[in-house]
């Protein structure tokens, strides 16, 4: 099982900003290369994402949250880094709670929580 701490740390400190239609952050594997089999729910504050309000672009290529499976993962190696694209809510300047979770071939479902800000 891997720590809470070292999950944590494939967020991109810094990186939440609000979009047009949301808000994104970025992740980068540091941890050991894997298949991202699931993304969502994420939780920012006291709003719930899931589904097709979650898109995930990792080099190019774009899956939207409902669309990420067993059938249809997201290559994760080591270093590479993925953006997450949320619609819905602009977030409020501040500090901002994230809850992520996301499910890999090999380890199956984790959430990690992160505070950054806006």
Do not use: C, H
Not at 55 to 74: K, M, Y
């Amino acid at each position: 099982m891997i720590p809470p701490s070292t999950l944590a740390s494939v967020y991109v400190k810094g990186s939440l900003k609000n979009t047009d239609d949301g808000f994104e952050f970025a992740l980068r594997n540091n941890i050991e290369s894997t298949m991202l089999s699931g993304i969502g729910p994420i939780v920012a504050g006291e709003q719930t994402y899931s589904g097709a309000a979650i898109t995930v672009a990792v080099g190019g290529r774009v899956w939207q949250g409902d669309q990420v499976g067993w059938r249809n993962p997201v290559p994760a190696s080591v270093g590479t880094t993925m953006e997450v694209r949320v619609q819905g809510e602009q977030l409020p300047a501040g500090p901002v709670r994230l809850a992520v979770t996301a499910a890999s071939t090999d380890i199956g479902s984790v959430t990690f929580e992160v505070t950054d800000t806006v």
